[in-house]
């Protein structure tokens, strides 16, 4: 079955950190595009992280620069986002997606698999 699952979501209090992770089942994300994406209650899901399929250079959206950072491991088969100096403003659910093109481009047009959703809440 081909899938991606996360998890590591939870409570945290302002300031704290999370690391998500998104485990691939049935394919393997080596040369895949990966990204994160969340959706806060009452807004549209917002790109947050992507990392191309070329050379693995990440970006990120403004409002997480310089506090998430993307990763993945292919040994492992598993996309992370560590999230560091949470705000309660990054409430949300979390999604993790994968895409099998190669290049540069990203995030790609359309996403070949979304994971399920990852709930995280940051509140004091």
């Known amino acids: 079955q081909l899938q991606l699952v996360e998890s590591g979501g939870g409570s945290v209090q302002p300031g704290g950190s999370l690391r998500l992770s998104c485990e691939a089942s049935?394919?393997?994300?080596?040369?895949?595009?990966v990204g994160w994406y969340r959706q806060a209650p009452g807004k549209e899901r917002e790109a947050v992280s992507c990392?191309?399929?070329?050379?693995?250079?990440?970006s990120y959206s403004s409002s997480v620069r310089g506090r998430f950072m993307i990763s993945k491991d292919n040994a492992k088969n598993t996309i992370y986002l560590q999230m560091n100096s949470l705000e309660p403003e990054d409430t949300a659910v979390y999604y993790c997606?994968?895409?099998?093109?190669?290049?540069?481009?990203?995030?790609?047009?359309?996403?070949?698999?979304w994971g399920q959703g990852t709930q995280v809440t940051v509140s004091s």
């Open positions: 990392m191309n399929s070329a050379d693995g250079k990440p």
């Open positions: 997606a994968a895409d099998s093109s190669w290049g540069y481009v990203c995030p790609p047009p359309v996403w070949d698999y």
């Open positions: 049935g394919f393997s994300v080596e040369h895949y595009i």
